[in-house]
């Protein structure tokens, strides 16, 4: 590590602050890599290479990250219940007759988001019942057109006998 200043510098700053337990909660809180990068001075790359490098973050950043997804998942759900909310509060305080107090394409928009954001939770908590068939692959094998293929494919091969001159 001696010829790499910004790795070492970098390592040494999570160190202080903290080192696993430091980054394991930055994570948690809703802090990324980018971040991350950002407050050290680092491009994004290089820290997530840093931090992949060594095995103690490496193992910290996968935990995080499966915990994270978790509180991502409900800050999405947050977020839909706040625009609902302030809309729904909007058309309350607009003047009746309004165009604000009625429904709008806006009003359909965050009911589809809020629904598809339940769909996506729904999935990812229960493959099982609700996963979709997005990992699956379909095939369809038309064998006609597989024959025809071959067909084109084929060489005719002629049975002339070939004349050997040789000399005893």
Not at 62 to 80: L, N, P, V
Not at 123 to 146: C, F, H, P
């Amino acid at each position: 590590m001696a010829g790499r200043p910004k790795r070492k510098a970098a390592l040494a700053t999570i160190e202080s602050n903290g080192g696993v337990q430091y980054l394991t909660e930055f994570l948690l809180s809703g802090g990324t890599i980018t971040q991350l990068a950002v407050e050290l001075k680092l491009d994004r790359g290089y820290l997530h290479r840093i931090l992949k490098d060594h095995p103690e973050y490496s193992a910290a950043l996968e935990a995080a990250r499966m915990e994270a997804a978790d509180a991502h998942a409900e800050a999405g759900f947050e977020i839909m219940r706040r625009l609902r909310n302030e809309r729904k509060e909007e058309r309350a305080n607009a003047g009746p007759g309004s165009k604000t107090a009625q429904l709008s394409v806006l009003d359909v928009s965050i009911a589809r988001e809020e629904v598809q954001h339940h769909r996506f939770i729904a999935e990812a908590w229960n493959q099982k019942r609700y996963g979709s068939s997005k990992g699956q692959t379909q095939i369809t094998v038309n064998l006609g057109d597989m024959h025809l293929d071959a067909l084109k494919k084929m060489k005719t091969i002629k049975a002339e006998p070939k004349v050997i001159d040789h000399e005893e």
